[in-house]
Structure formats: structure tokens, C-alpha cells
């Protein structure tokens, strides 16, 4: 059932609610350590914030106060009672890390301390969580927090190449990964179907590429399309406005550059970029249908290059993720320059080729101290039908590189790890937001852990954390999105953050009535 709410419902009636339903200590994601204590603390319109050395994060704890509750609560530098105190200790590095934080509210305040501010963030999106509304007040009950994340990488990706959400609807997305304390966007922003970000130095990407004519309906094997053109991309200022909102959020954006495959908008725009140099249309139908990069190209090569310096000239981000996924081989086997180059390098197969270019791009990606990631395809393992079983890779990956599990035996994971690999774990069948409520129930999502079962405990080190994918291609518009995304981030969230020992679907299930009636206020779709 959907659950659309567009009536404008107060905050003070949806907190009353929900203190009714839930014990006030149940968070999402749950802490590491909840100790309940006496006394309340009761908010109020002169509740000061001492903000100290993180101004930033008082500034929008204010904001959201005021947006919860109504009541403006004044930054101060001090104060003795009736205060909400921010404060940073670096000696918790050394046990919580520098996403972990404190929170301790007594009757007379509240304290959240961490060791940098991103915990200090943390912090404060735990004590939103723990307004109440009793006797026409807004309180907090007593109570000590002592919380750090499982995981370092806890991510949500949104796909735009295939329909294009705009800033709007990104912001939202961010909003709410924040309120769930997830700390890692990845914005894949190319793809078949559309090119989505303003490159300069090459405008026929976004001017061709980030247009069709006509999607592709129905399903996957659907020979009926809508009629309807579609297009839209990000200027890089545009970008940069979402880069700071993230930002202000401690949420690093990871963009995703498809390359090798993936590619058919890219070469709409530019013919040459193909093997084939002949002019195609951006399609408009999904699954791996297209050309593909000539990488045996310099010319190929240096756009590719061009692209990146664009790209790392906006993303702060130290981790550039460069898709590798479902290359279909076929262009590359066809053409004679390539199986030239194929020989000139002693590559036996065309996926020893793509990890020897794939290679090459960390090579380019280091140089300027960024750190290449790509879907688990570029070690050169066969995981499609419509690759050819002899097309495996031998050629070793570039150390240092970030390998996103998506597809395959379990196997997989391990033989990264074993070989020196970082693994984010994204399987499919569990972390996908576009398969629906039979394939992935909220109870399945919320039971995934990015760490395989049997996987030795020397490599666990090596699982950086998870990630779940809002793939785009049968999510038209965002009201679709939302009732997909919505309430299994939220499952996701708790997956990344929380220890298993403290997870318990029940009582995250009773806690989601929190955030069900946050979502109502906020006029956001989701599945109940």
C-alpha cells in the first residue's frame, strides 16, 4: 500500500504520535550503547545551542529544530542549564573513531562530543530522534549514547542516466540519507540512455547525449515506448550547489563516469568515440545493446582523460568511480584496429583488454590523487551470458582500486579480498531499490550483511561497507523513486551503522513510525 499524506499535518501532533508508539531510546540506525537515566530535559524557545568549533553544525541543528518543533532555538557561546552543547574531543578518535560521538542529556541540557564534527553531526541526528511531546512540551528523556558505525562506506546511489530526477529531488535524497546517518552518494550520472553532467570542453555530451527521443515501456523485452522525448542534465554549477548541500551534510558524492560500456549517449555525441564512427541515436531502450568505447583510440583515450579532469575539478571526492560493468564484447572482437592493439599488448581476451585500459585509468586517476572504483566486472571474471566463456581476464587489476560487488558467486568477494582488494558489498539481490517488495521485502533488506557469511576474519577489514542502488530505468519520475527507496533505506541505513548484535527487526520496525510520520510531513511516497 502507498501512503501519500498531502494535507499538512503539525509536528506537534506527529511527534505526540509518535512517542505514543515506541520507547524513545530505539533509533534508526540503533546506537552501539543506549543507557537510559533519569530526568527530563524539556526544549523551549530559549534552549540554548553552544555550537563552539562547529559552528556549521549548530547552524543546522537550528534549522532543523525549527523546522521539527517551531521553535528558533539562539546560538550562544555559553551557557549553564537549558542548553544544547556541541563540543569536540580529538582524544575519541583513538576509540570511536571520527564518525562516533557521545550524547548525553540530563535535565539540565544536552552534550553530544566527538572526536570531529561529522560525529558531532551524528550526534545530533540521534537526539532528533528522542523528541518527545508531553504535557504541551517538547522533551527528551534521560539518556547516555555512546555510538560509532560498523562500516566506514555506507551509500545510496541514485541513477540519472536513465531518467533525470534535477537538484530538487537530489536534495531531498540527501536530506534523508543524512537523518539516517549515511555518509556516501554515489551519482551515476552516464549512461546508454543519457549523459547528465556538463562537461566544457565537450558540449554535444549534454546538448545530444542528455536527450532521446522515446523510452522504452513495459519491460525489458518491450517493444512498446512512449513517444515522449526526455532529457535534462546538471551544469557544473548546478553540481557544485549539490556538492556544498552534501557537503553541509558530512556526505561525500562519488560520481560514476561509465567506461568502457554503457557508453551509447557519449557516442551519439561524439560518433568517433566508437569502433564503429558511424552516427547513432541516443536510445531508448534499456539492457546492453550498444557500442562501446574504442579504447585501442588515443584520441578515445585522451577524451576520456578530458572528461575525468572536468570531473575532478568539481567532486572533491578522493574516490572516482568509473563503472566497468556489462561491457559487451563483440565491437571490440570485430574490429581490426583493436585486435591489432589486442596483439601489440599481448592481450589475450577482450576483458584482459578492458582491465589493461581500465588499468591505465587508475594510472591517470592516481596521478592526480584520486583513487579509481569500478562494479566487481573489472577483475575480468565471466559473469554474463552474452560474453563469450573463454572471455575472462587474467591481466591483474591495478592495486589500490575500490572493487563494488553487484553480481556473481560470493566466491568473488573473497578472491578480491584475498588479493588485496577494498570491497564495497552491493549485492543485487539484496541492496537493488529498483526490484520490487516481493524480490527484496523490508525484512530481507534489513537483514543483509555486507560481510559474507564464511568469509575469513583477516579480510573483514577489507569490506568497506555497503551500498544500495536506485537503479533508474523502470523509475520514470520521482513519486515512483520514493515509493521504491522508501522505507528500505532506512533498512540499509541500519545494516551500515549498526552492529548485528543490536539489530532487531521488530523494534526497527515499531521505530519506523518515527520516520513514516517524518516522511508524511515532508510529503515523501513511500511503501507500507
Not at 558489498?425 to 521485502?441: F, K, R, V
Not at 520521482?478 to 515509493?483: D, F, I, R
Request: aromatic content about 12%; hydrophobic content about 40%; charged content about 20%.
Amino acid at each position: 500500500m502507498l501512503r501519500f499524506q498531502s494535507m499538512v499535518i503539525s509536528s506537534c501532533l506527529l511527534l505526540a504520535v509518535t512517542a505514543k508508539r515506541l520507547h524513545a531510546q530505539r533509533l534508526i540506525p540503533q546506537p552501539t550503547q543506549v543507557t537510559t537515566t533519569t530526568g527530563v530535559f524539556k526544549l523551549s524557545g530559549t534552549t540554548a545551542i553552544v555550537g563552539g568549533k562547529s559552528a556549521g553544525e549548530a547552524k543546522y541543528l537550528q534549522e532543523a529544530f525549527n523546522d521539527r518543533t517551531h521553535l528558533k532555538l539562539p546560538i550562544q557561546p555559553a551557557a549553564q542549564n537549558n542548553y544544547i552543547r556541541l563540543s569536540l574531543d580529538e582524544k575519541l578518535d583513538s576509540t570511536l573513531g571520527k564518525e562516533g560521538y557521545l550524547l548525553k542529556v540530563t535535565p539540565a541540557g544536552a552534550t553530544i562530543t566527538a572526536a570531529t564534527n561529522a560525529g558531532v553531526f551524528y550526534g545530533i541526528q540521534s537526539l532528533q530522534q528522542l523528541i518527545g511531546f508531553k504535557d504541551e512540551a517538547f522533551v527528551i528523556t534521560g539518556v547516555e549514547i555512546k555510538d560509532k558505525p560498523r562500516f566506514g562506506w555506507r551509500s545510496f546511489m541514485l541513477d540519472e542516466g536513465r531518467h533525470f530526477k534535477g537538484a530538487a529531488a537530489v536534495k531531498k535524497l540527501l536530506d534523508e540519507m543524512a537523518a539516517l546517518k549515511m555518509n556516501t552518494f554515489h551519482w551515476h550520472l552516464t549512461d546508454d540512455q543519457g549523459w547528465r553532467i556538463e562537461i566544457k570542453k565537450y558540449p554535444l555530451l549534454t546538448k545530444v547525449g542528455g536527450h532521446r527521443d522515446s523510452t522504452q515501456t513495459g519491460s525489458w523485452n518491450s517493444t512498446t515506448y512512449d513517444g515522449k522525448p526526455h532529457e535534462g542534465f546538471y551544469t557544473q554549477e548546478q553540481v557544485r550547489d549539490i556538492i556544498a548541500y552534501a557537503t553541509a551534510r558530512h556526505i561525500t558524492i562519488i560520481p560514476e563516469i561509465e567506461m568502457p560500456g554503457h557508453s551509447a549517449a557519449a557516442i551519439a555525441a561524439y560518433p568517433w568515440l566508437g569502433t564503429k564512427q558511424t552516427p547513432i541515436r541516443v536510445p531508448g531502450k534499456f539492457g546492453v545493446h550498444y557500442d562501446v568505447y574504442n579504447v585501442a583510440d588515443p584520441k578515445v583515450v585522451t577524451f576520456l582523460h578530458d572528461v575525468l579532469d572536468e570531473v575532478m575539478q568539481l567532486f572533491p571526492s578522493k574516490v572516482v568511480h568509473i563503472g566497468g560493468d556489462e561491457v559487451k564484447y563483440d565491437q571490440w572482437k570485430a574490429d581490426a584496429g583493436v585486435q591489432a592493439y589486442m596483439k601489440a599488448h599481448q592481450l589475450a581476451t577482450p576483458a584482459d583488454l578492458q582491465i589493461y585500459f581500465t588499468n591505465s585509468i587508475s594510472a591517470y586517476l592516481a596521478g592526480k590523487q584520486r583513487r579509481m572504483m569500478g562494479w566487481n566486472e573489472i577483475m575480468g571474471a565471466k559473469l554474463h551470458e552474452y560474453n563469450d566463456s573463454k572471455d575472462v581476464g587474467t591481466t591483474q587489476l591495478a592495486p589500490g582500486t575500490v572493487v563494488q560487488f553487484w553480481k556473481g558467486e560470493l566466491k568473488l568477494i573473497n578472491d578480491a579480498v584475498s588479493k588485496g582488494y577494498d570491497v564495497v558489498n552491493s549485492y543485487h539481490a539484496a541492496t537493488y531499490l529498483d526490484y520490487n517488495y516481493e524480490q527484496i521485502p523490508l525484512e530481507k533488506a534489513y537483514s543483509f550483511d555486507p560481510i559474507p557469511a564464511g568469509l575469513d576474519a583477516k579480510y573483514h577489514a577489507k569490506i568497506l561497507g555497503t551500498g544500495c542502488q536506485m537503479w533508474g530505468e523502470w523509475i520514470p519520475d520521482e513519486v515512483s523513486m520514493e515509493e521504491r527507496v522508501y522505507p528500505r533505506i532506512a533498512a540499509y541505513a541500519e545494516d551500515g551503522w549498526t552492529l548485528p548484535a543490536n539489530k532487531d527487526f521488530k523494534a526497527f520496525e515499531k521505530a519506523l513510525q518515527r520516520f513514516y510520520a517524518r516522511w508524511s510531513n515532508k510529503g515523501i511516497v513511500y511503501h507500507r
